[in-house]
């Protein structure tokens, strides 16, 4: 069956733009995740969405960063105003629901850069 | 906060040979999952074992294996009958019982040379 899958792949943008990245998750995966992954780094946790709300946004680097999953499928990542740190790799997972007995299945990211 | 640290940015192992990648975290829960991801270029994460913290035996999945040390917070990764394919980063990651979110080492670069 089809995996995760993010859209774009890559995504240039100039300091200051608004952009999005959307995520297209496992169908019936109720949990989504969003993760940032910087040049070199681990990626870190960003936000979780458990069916349309979202759970935790406690990584949530600032209020420039937000997401939604209206739907409770398709989720998009919004960042306003964007600056040259936001340059990243930007990774979706998904997983059947939020037991951690459940394994939390990647998309191949959207690499974002800041110009 | 729970923390995650891979010591080795880089290793290097010939092919058919063995190699063992560490980790340390550091928590103050009791009952918490661990994990080995591999990415390899394509940036997409693909889960190589998982280790439950109340299971005393190490998982094993065909030539991976796992030594986890609780008391220590010790998990590494051995590779065993190293192949080409295995080249890439693998990234130790943790995840407590009660969170959502899985929280990342730093990860190590593998290299297998033929």
């Known amino acids: 069956g089809a995996g995760v899958s993010q859209t774009p792949s890559n995504k240039v943008t100039e300091k200051g733009k608004y952009v999005e990245l959307r995520c297209d998750p496992i169908?019936?995966?109720?949990?989504l995740y969003w993760y940032r992954q910087s040049l070199g780094q681990g990626p870190e946790f960003l936000i979780y969405f458990q069916g349309t709300g979202a759970a935790d946004d406690s990584g949530l680097p600032n209020d420039r960063f937000f997401a939604v999953r209206p739907e409770g499928s398709v989720s998009t990542l919004k960042i306003q105003r964007t600056e040259r740190g936001d340059s990243a790799v930007y990774l979706c997972a998904s997983s059947l629901g939020a037991s951690a007995t459940y394994e939390q299945y990647f998309g191949p990211g959207t690499r974002l850069t800041v110009t | 906060a729970q923390t995650v640290t891979q010591s080795q940015p880089e290793m290097s192992v010939q092919e058919a040979e063995t190699v063992t990648l560490s980790c340390t975290y550091d928590t103050s829960e009791s009952d918490y999952y661990l994990f080995w991801y591999k990415q390899p270029p394509s940036r997409q994460m693909i889960l190589v074992i998982r280790q439950e913290a109340y299971k005393q035996q190490n998982a094993t999945e065909n030539r991976f294996s796992v030594n986890f040390q609780k008391a220590a917070k010790s998990f590494s990764l051995k590779i065993s009958d190293s192949q080409l394919g295995d080249a890439a980063m693998y990234f130790c990651a943790y995840r407590g019982n009660a969170g959502n979110m899985l929280t990342f080492g730093g990860g190590t670069r593998l290299m297998v040379k033929p």
């Open positions: 169908s019936g995966h109720t949990a």
